[in-house]
């Protein structure tokens, strides 16, 4: 990271430290707040509020979090030249223990596009859906539990490996190794190896292991 991005990480970072501090005092127990440095994924967790939430701690990789975020979506249009924050929202996480969080994400970007920081929002779910069921069984009825969000963020994934895919090889090919490093560098790139099953999807994509993937991005960092 060159020295521009630093001092913009730096500057969004304070300002959203000081955020946090207002609303330690009034948010409440089962509400978590997260604020990722982004340019550290093995220890992205700058400050956190309430991180028994999701079982958290300052200095936790950016994959410690909650299963199926779909927060870090945003990180998909880094390197874009378009500095406008992206907010995610109204989605579902879960816990390691099984805990349902309802999460909203704020993605900020450095002037060139890339992804500096997040500000995340958690709120442990379980009082609400423990009510709802008691409500569903008074009423015996049962909505179904939709999860648009999430299907638009797999569709976006599957649509940016298919892109970096086939931007790399032509159709009825089979990828040589040499095509996959440089297909598995821009997947890196584009982030989408800090998202939860990013290896599982983009191994599913490229028709290998995961194992294949992992030694990939050990192959790339020793460059």
């Given at each position: 990271?060159?020295?521009?991005?630093?001092?913009?990480?730096?500057?969004?970072?304070?300002?959203?430290?000081?955020a946090m501090d207002a609303l330690a005092?009034?948010?409440?127990?089962?509400?978590?707040?997260?604020?990722?440095?982004?340019?550290?994924?093995?220890?992205?967790?700058?400050?956190?509020?309430?991180?028994?939430?999701?079982?958290?701690?300052?200095?936790?990789?950016?994959?410690?979090?909650?299963?199926?975020?779909?927060?870090?979506?945003?990180?998909?249009?880094?390197?874009?030249?378009?500095?406008?924050?992206?907010?995610?929202?109204?989605?579902?996480?879960?816990?390691?223990?099984?805990?349902?969080?309802?999460?909203?994400?704020?993605?900020?970007?450095?002037?060139?596009?890339?992804?500096?920081?997040?500000?995340?929002?958690?709120?442990?779910?379980?009082?609400?859906?423990?009510?709802?069921?008691?409500?569903?069984?008074?009423?015996?009825?049962?909505?179904?539990?939709?999860?648009?969000?999430?299907?638009?963020?797999?569709?976006?994934?599957?649509?940016?490996?298919?892109?970096?895919?086939?931007?790399?090889?032509?159709?009825?090919?089979?990828?040589?190794?040499?095509?996959?490093l440089k297909i598995v560098n821009d997947?890196?790139?584009?982030?989408?190896?800090?998202?939860?099953?990013?290896?599982?999807?983009?191994?599913?994509?490229?028709?290998?292991?995961?194992?294949?993937?992992?030694?990939?991005?050990?192959?790339?960092?020793?460059?």
């Amino acid at each position: 990271m060159n020295v521009e991005h630093k001092q913009q990480s730096d500057e969004l970072i304070r300002t959203l430290e000081a955020a946090m501090d207002a609303l330690a005092s009034t948010i409440a127990g089962n509400h978590e707040i997260v604020l990722h440095d982004l340019t550290k994924p093995a220890a992205s967790v700058h400050k956190i509020i309430n991180g028994h939430v999701s079982g958290r701690k300052k200095g936790d990789s950016l994959l410690s979090g909650p299963d199926k975020d779909t927060g870090f979506a945003g990180l998909l249009s880094g390197s874009t030249g378009n500095n406008r924050p992206v907010v995610i929202k109204n989605y579902k996480t879960v816990t390691f223990s099984g805990k349902v969080l309802n999460s909203a994400s704020t993605i900020y970007y450095s002037d060139a596009g890339e992804p500096l920081v997040a500000f995340c929002n958690n709120i442990d779910a379980t009082p609400y859906e423990m009510i709802r069921q008691g409500v569903d069984l008074l009423l015996n009825h049962q909505e179904p539990y939709p999860d648009d969000n999430a299907l638009a963020v797999d569709t976006l994934l599957a649509q940016t490996l298919n892109e970096i895919i086939s931007k790399h090889t032509l159709p009825g090919k089979k990828i040589q190794k040499a095509q996959r490093l440089k297909i598995v560098n821009d997947m890196r790139a584009k982030g989408i190896f800090k998202m939860k099953g990013g290896v599982q999807h983009a191994a599913a994509a490229l028709g290998v292991s995961r194992y294949t993937i992992y030694n990939d991005l050990e192959a790339l960092s020793e460059e």
